[in-house]
């Protein structure tokens, strides 16, 4: 990060965005994140399930195979990432979910 970056230091991850809004805007509405850290990514991250991620990843022609997969918070929730260069910006995709367990049958614990 540079101490003198300015806003317009950042117009390259605030373009795409604004570019996604005309291209995409009726997808569903991310998380955004923009960093003077990171002056030229973009993330967007999506926290209610991995529908949303998936949407946007098949909409942005992200290959299936891009995706990574983990997990975190002791297993407990899976997250998928995915990254594409967008109008000279790096664009990050997360999605959050909670892994499902089911339930013992018969209600035995």
């Known amino acids: 990060m540079s101490e003198d ?3 317009n230091g950042l117009a390259v991850p ?3 965005l604004r570019l996604l809004a005309v291209d995409f805007g009726h997808l569903p509405a991310p998380d955004v994140q ?3 850290l990171c002056p030229h ?3 967007l991250r999506f926290h209610s399930g991995l ?3 998936e949407v946007w990843r098949e909409a942005l022609g992200i290959c299936p ?3 990574v997969y983990r997990e975190q918070s002791e297993g407990r929730t899976r997250v998928l990432k995915a ?3 967008f109008a000279g910006a790096v664009l990050e995709l997360t999605g959050y979910s909670d892994v499902w367990t089911p339930e013992p049958v018969g ?3």
């Open 5 to 7: 970056l300015m806003l």
């Open 51 to 53: 529908p949303d991620f």
């Open 34 to 36: 923009v960093s003077p």
């Open 65 to 67: 195979d891009a995706v």
């Open 83 to 85: 990254s594409a260069d």
């Open 107 to 109: 209600g035995a614990a």
């Open 41 to 43: 990514r973009l993330e």
């Open 14 to 16: 605030l373009r795409a």
